[in-house]
């Protein structure tokens, strides 16, 4: 078996060009996820999102985006596990996309936002109603004696709403991240790699190219 340090791969399937991007940051974005997308990538919505907490501990885990606009990038989450608490005490949050299959990773920097209350209740309703449910059954982040305490929680809760309604729960919903910075890199022979950095400046982005 080879060592960990023998294991890498060389970049080589496209380039990153000033003269080939757009002016602006999220225009480019949509442009590399559709790139993304029709490449039939698993799980192509999946994101890092990396938090600091209170005390300056920085925590980071895959989350799956389920929407952006000119705004930003949202994400659902129970506002009461580690992430909910994180980014209560500290908005400043990163997502991270890696789509390996492209050699491509997007970076993004910025402030979280609360979505609205019909935005939640929105993007609740169009949820499976085991996902519903399972917003519900976990206590996020809490230490549990063992899954079967979950499973009594669903079990408790398919019986108490049967085919009816499920209402979302208080402590379920969603952020927007809205980007400060947005990096765009794309993998090069010999590691040296595409790298450009678009800042956001009086509410028009400015980008440079950064050495890999």
């Given at each position: 078996m080879s060592?960990?340090?023998?294991?890498?791969?060389?970049?080589?399937?496209?380039?990153l060009?000033?003269?080939?991007?757009?002016?602006?940051?999220?225009?480019?974005?949509?442009?590399?996820?559709?790139?993304?997308?029709?490449?039939?990538?698993?799980?192509v919505?999946?994101m890092?999102?990396?938090?600091?907490?209170?005390n300056?501990?920085?925590?980071?885990?895959i989350?799956?985006?389920k929407?952006y606009?000119v705004h930003?990038f949202?994400?659902?989450?129970?506002?009461?596990?580690?992430?909910?608490?994180?980014?209560?005490?500290?908005?400043?949050?990163?997502?991270?996309?890696?789509?390996?299959?492209?050699?491509?990773?997007?970076?993004?920097?910025?402030?979280?936002?609360?979505?609205?209350d019909?935005?939640?209740?929105?993007?609740?309703?169009?949820?499976?109603?085991?996902?519903?449910?399972?917003a519900?059954?976990s206590?996020?982040?809490?230490p549990?004696?063992?899954?079967?305490?979950?499973?009594?929680?669903?079990?408790?809760?398919?019986?108490?709403?049967?085919e009816?309604h499920?209402?979302?729960?208080?402590h379920?919903?969603?952020?927007?991240?809205?980007?400060?910075?947005?990096?765009?890199?794309?993998?090069?022979?010999?590691?040296?790699?595409?790298?450009?950095?678009?800042?956001?400046?009086?509410?028009?982005?400015?980008?440079?190219?950064?050495?890999?």
């Open positions: 060592s960990i340090a023998d294991i890498r791969r060389e970049y080589k399937l496209r380039m060009t000033e003269n080939e991007v757009s002016s602006d940051a999220m225009e480019q974005f949509t442009s590399w996820w559709q790139d993304a997308f029709e490449s039939q990538i698993d799980e919505n999946a890092t999102l990396c938090t600091v907490n209170a300056g501990n920085p925590d980071g885990r989350v799956l985006l929407g606009d930003g949202s994400f659902f989450t129970n506002y009461e596990s580690t992430k909910g608490k994180d980014l209560s005490a500290n908005p400043n949050a990163t997502l991270v996309f890696f789509w390996k299959e492209i050699e491509r990773q997007v970076r993004i920097a910025g402030v979280v936002e609360k979505l609205t019909a935005e939640n209740d929105a993007y609740y309703q169009s949820r499976p109603r085991g996902s519903q449910l399972g519900w059954a206590p996020q982040s809490r549990v004696i063992d899954r079967q305490v979950l499973e009594q929680n669903l079990i408790a809760l398919q019986k108490e709403y049967g009816n499920i209402p979302r729960p208080p379920w919903g969603g952020y927007r991240l809205l980007p400060k910075t947005i990096e765009f890199w794309q993998g090069r022979p010999n590691r040296l790699h595409d790298r450009l950095l678009y800042q956001k400046v009086n509410n028009d982005w400015e980008f440079v190219r950064l050495a890999p």
